[in-house]
């Protein structure tokens, strides 16, 4: 079995995975909802979230599908020793190039389907804000970021295989694990490449979340409102930080359409995952992530021979980043990211508790209610479908949750509204 077989089933079986969970999630249309989440939506809310879900999974598809054939196309020919004996200047020039090629070719055909995502579903459903110009400004930095990204990580490994060999990639662990934690703890500094933070002005607001941190021994390096209203309609909050300094983010959405004890609940959640260091855990699981990655690199530069079947006369450090990061790591990370996935929901459920052990259970539940119609959630997703992708619990079963932890849990029968 050839290695271009091989890749070209990898590719297959990533598609027919994305498309069996849209197939399980069709099937779930116009079910009934869960009695505790029904008054979420209205009868014509839910109409048109059927049609929204629908329009967006269709697209989704469409865009795998394609995906998929593009990636079938590159690695199952010579088409990059092809262009790669083509270009001008030495080895890591030519190897620079091609990557840059390959990252551009990425974003220009992603591009229509980015369009049609935001500037005609979000927009036709009234959740996408972005102007013209911010939607080109923000897909020109995404290609300039993942262009030094990619650049970055191809020059540490060939770094690392030329000057210590195999031992190298053990380099090639650390700076990707540093990088991960870096990202982790400076979320705020690369948000800002997109948005504009502005200092919460002084209220109750303000002293509320400061004391909630404050009393959890928490310091506060401040508290930002984020203009997540330009590109769109949904709410959502996080916090971010170093150690015992944090700085909370909120949306400008979450701070015009909620209520103080609201957002209040939405933070002491937040404080339960920092007393359990879940935060911390979902990092260092992450960096665990990288370490296969790191392997999965060393296994290329120790097997010519993938190389060779492309067309190369020798071991490609730069193809090898190429065909680790679009084909071969997929499935890899797809099965390790079902645990970690089934772990995320209990510490969800955990930091919800939390919320309403300090008072907060029923501003959670109202929250919690106000953030899937705001965001448009799926109030009935297929099981299998959250067994193997949801980091986060239903939201039925999170308010289910929250009113067992206050004995106010209802009868099967009876209505939450």
Known sequence: ????????????LDLAYDLILRILSATRRGKPLPDTVRDIYDADSYARWLDYSAEKRKLGALEKIFDAAVLSLLFGTNVFSAVYDRLPGNELGKSLLLLLLFTALLTVLSVPFDWAREKRIEAKYGFGKTATGTFWRDEITGFLTNTLLNAALYLAVAWCWRTFGLKGFFGVFLILAVFVAAFSMLSTTFQRLYNKFTPLEDGTLRRTLADLFKQAGYELEDIYVMDASKRTSKANAFCSGLGRFKKIVLYDNLVNGYTEDEIAAVFAHELGHYRHRDTMKNTVFTVLLMGIVAAAAAWFAATPEVSLAYGFDAMSPVFGVILLQSVALTPILTLFMIPRAMIARRFEFRADAAAAESGYGEALISALKKLSRDNFSDLNPHP???????????????IRAVREREGQARSPGESAG
């Open 1 to 12: 079995m050839t290695y271009k077989f091989i890749f070209l089933i990898f590719i297959a």
């Open 384 to 398: 299998a479908v959250v067994a193997l992708e949801y980091d986060h619990p239903t939201t039925a079963d999170r």
